[in-house]
Nanobody, 127 residues
Framework: QVQLVESGGGLVQAGGSLRLSCAAS????????IGWFRQAPGKEREFVAA????????HYLDSAKGRFTISRDNAKNTLYLQMSSLKPEDTAVYYC????????????????????WGQGTQVTVSS
């Protein structure tokens, strides 16, 4: 089981940028597809972005397209989420999650299919 630790969250003004990182332990990081989810107080967990095991395929929440970029460095066992043009509605706790099931037959937004989760990092966007 891969262990995940998010970092990089913080307070930023609307229109600003943040870069989140998700560090993974273990020697099999490259065998996992990774996703980012977020959850705001009183709301359900929401899919944000995902990336395939080799990094060749990415998926995004519609509202994140053009603003967020997901990437991974398998040599460093690290996942990234570069966020720009942040909006107050982006405020949430952001979680990374991993699974060994690819995205061809199982939706990347299906939180129930992810096996491992990080502890989350808070992102707050002020107006």
């Amino acid at each position: 089981q891969v262990q995940l630790v998010e970092s990089g969250g913080g307070l930023v003004q609307a229109g600003g940028s943040l870069r989140l990182s998700c560090a993974a332990s273990g020697r099999t990081f490259g065998t996992y597809a990774i996703g980012w989810f977020r959850q705001a107080p009183g709301k359900e967990r929401e899919f944000v972005a995902a990336i395939s095991r080799a990094g060749g395929v990415t998926h995004y929440l519609d509202s994140a397209k053009g603003r967020f970029t997901i990437s991974r460095d398998n040599a460093k066992n690290t996942l990234y989420l570069q966020m720009s043009s942040l909006k107050p509605e982006d405020t949430a706790v952001y979680y990374c999650a991993a699974r060994q099931t690819g995205f061809t037959l199982v939706s990347p937004s299906d939180a129930g299919r992810y096996d491992s989760w990080g502890q989350g990092t808070q992102v707050t966007v002020s107006s």
